[in-house]
Each structure stands twice: as structure tokens, then as C-alpha cells.
């Protein structure tokens, strides 16, 4: 188990922040995080953000201090770096069938991308449906930060292949008619998994 944990100093929300890290897996990194007592919203994709008085306790559970550049380049090498545009949150990651699968919060879909998809709720689950025509309006509030019409953010497809690694990225479009109150907690996880 290797849980890394910066020595950085992040002014942020009236406090100083670090970075909890894993070089090994994600499942690794929420682990640890659960045991720390460290909220599932710090997750930043590929990193928690914890407050620097959390540092002694998270070294006293078994994470390696670090300096912020070692790191990145560990998690880098790890294959497990999240890089993200500002404005962006990334809300969850997967390996699924030899893909990496993030799914990203964010008002545009950077390229290369691939096709917008029409977020619905169906039984309690979400569901994405072909592009066909892209609604003009998303529901508003159903996504914190997430204004009507346009896309609520994008799911990214990682691969790496003998040439290097490849992107793919496909917009989620939440559709107001489909979407009557607030979308369920962790709606976004049906998209890890691509079909």
C-alpha cells in the first residue's frame, strides 16, 4: 500500500490544504480516505484535498510524506494523474474492460470528443441515450453548477494502445422534462460504465 500525502500549502475556504494521493489504485485512495474520515466530496479525481492538519494523522495510518512534485510524478507514473481544465470536477473514476473511465463536471467537452449523450432516468437508474437532437435546455439546479442549456459535463475514455494512449470524450446533456426534481446522489455512475 503506498497513500501519499503532500507537504503543500493550498490557501483555500479560510484554510490550508494538501493532497492525499494514491500510486497504486483508486480503491487504494478511497480506502484510505474512509479510514482518515475524509469526505467522498474532497475527492478530486485523482487526489483528496485535505486540510494540512490532517498530515501527522494521515502519516501516524501509514501515508508516505512527500513533497508535492514527487507526488505528481508518482501518481503520473501510476498512470492514475486526472488532468482536468479549471472549471472542471471530476466526480469519479473507473478501470472498466481495460479502460479508464472518468466522468467530469464541466460546461464544455474538450476535444477529441465523440458524441453528445441525452441523460434519462429510467426505473431509478440513469440511462444515456443515442444523440439524435441535442436538447436546447438542461434542467436547471438538477447539477450544482450546471447552467440550462448546456452540457452538465462529459465522460472520458482512456486507452492505451501500442501507439500511446488515446482519448475519448462524450458529452452528458440532462434533459429538463427527463430530470422533474434533483438527481439521485452519485447519479453519474451508470457512466463509468460505457456501453
Do not use: C, N
Request: proline share 8%; charged share 25%; glycine share 10%.
Amino acid at each position: 500500500m503506498t497513500v501519499l500525502v503532500d507537504t503543500a500549502r493550498i490557501p483555500a475556504h479560510g484554510r490550508w490544504w494538501a493532497h492525499l494521493a494514491s500510486d497504486t489504485s483508486s480503491a487504494e485512495l478511497h480506502a484510505f480516505a474512509d479510514l482518515l474520515g475524509v469526505p467522498r466530496r474532497a475527492f478530486e479525481g485523482d487526489h483528496y484535498d485535505v486540510p494540512v492538519e490532517r498530515i501527522p494523522e494521515a502519516v501516524a495510518l501509514g501515508a508516505e510524506l512527500v513533497t508535492t512534485r514527487e507526488l505528481l510524478a508518482r501518481v503520473r507514473a501510476a498512470g492514475l494523474r486526472t488532468p482536468k481544465r479549471r472549471g472542471e470536477k471530476v466526480l469519479s473514476t473507473a478501470v472498466v474492460d481495460g479502460h479508464r473511465v472518468d466522468v467530469v463536471r464541466s460546461a464544455g467537452v474538450p476535444a477529441p470528443h465523440g458524441e453528445h449523450r441525452v441523460a434519462r432516468l429510467v426505473g431509478g437508474r440513469l440511462d444515456l441515450t443515442d444523440d439524435g437532437d441535442l436538447p436546447r435546455v438542461a434542467h436547471p439546479g438538477a447539477v450544482p453548477g450546471v447552467q440550462p442549456g448546456v452540457v452538465a459535463g462529459f465522460r472520458r475514455r482512456w486507452t492505451r494502445t501500442p501507439a500511446g494512449l488515446t482519448l475519448h470524450h462524450d458529452g452528458v446533456v440532462l434533459l429538463a422534462d427527463r430530470f422533474p426534481g434533483r438527481l439521485p446522489d452519485r447519479w453519474w455512475t451508470p457512466l463509468l460504465h460505457p456501453g
